[in-house]
């Protein structure tokens, strides 16, 4: 009998090119669930960012030697790196501030509600913010994770539908390449359309996975409805291209807590360095209406910034521009 998870989709159906319009990866993405983009990010940002991290994996020593995580989601042999926003600036100006990324993150993720909390009938919109950063590298020996989707982190059950609607996903995940990506260093499981399948028939098998292969620079974005998992390492210590090095970066709803947490996750004084949308998308912001403050104010005020720069009084509730073309989504 054929798996209710089998997909008609093969790796080149998922693949789009960086530049393409933003309707289109969007299109794609509501179908499948899951995209590569090709050519996302440029050779020399991939080495400055590798050289940013390598005294950072290296201090973690060699690769296999465990003690980074008890259990078996990330296996012994993976190199894990948090917080990449004060580690690499590289990452922050060309990942975490990526067009491409932030705008496939605000189709999906961007929620805008008419509320009533002060006034009667004013329109908030929570704009998503970072759910994790990281280094994932796999070494040879990595086993397979076990299949999920990443919402399950927001206690969410997928209801099955014809069509991909707005609000169905609370996260999104990117993963992007920083090395070859080969089945057998580890490539990325996926399985298209399972975004689309609910959580009423028995989940999915390895056997209905893709196995997601690129080039340095191309970057997985993975709805958080969408079965994944890493894939294996089964080559040897240093054959060519053993080692599978990939950053994720995690997008979720304004409102939800965080999985990596960045308020203790870094050094304050790193995070007053940063631009504004980096320090907004990190976690800085209020989710309108009002998730997050300080001091009932709005939270860039502990970065130091003065007030008057700062949105107060009811625009820490409602948008300040209500206009009637604005959608609900
Ligand atoms: O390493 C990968 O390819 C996927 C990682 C992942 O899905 C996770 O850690 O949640
Ligand atoms: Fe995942």
Partial sequence: MTSPWATKYTLNDLVIDASAPPEEMQGLLKKTGAIVLKGLIKPEDISNMMSDFKPHLDALGHSGAGGQWEGSFFPATTKKIPGLATKSRTWVDKVLLNPVLGGLADFALTRRTKTTISQPGQWSTCKPEINLSGLLEIHPGGDRQDLHRDDALF?????????????????????????????????????????????????????????????????????????????????????????????????????????????????IEEIKKLPLAAQKILGWDLAVPYMGYVNWLHPLLTLGYDPKDVPQGDDLFYDRQQGSEVLAI
Avoid at 202 to 210: I, N, Q, R, T
């Fill in 155 to 267: 206690h969410q059950k997928v209801v099955a539908a014809s069509d991909w609607t707005p609000r169905r996903e609370h996260s999104i995940v990117t993963l992007l390449a920083l090395s070859k990506v080969t089945t057998a260093n580890g490539g990325t499981l996926v399985i298209p359309e399972s975004h689309l399948k609910g959580d009423d028939i028995p989940p999915p098998a390895y056997e209905d996975c893709l196995t997601v292969e690129m080039e340095a620079g191309d970057c997985i974005v993975i709805f958080g409805s969408t079965y994944h998992a890493g894939g294996s390492n089964t080559t040897k210590v240093d054959e060519p291209d053993s080692v599978r090095t990939m950053c994720v970066t995690g997008y979720k709803v304004g409102y939800l807590k965080q999985e990596e947490n960045q308020y203790l996750q870094h050094d």
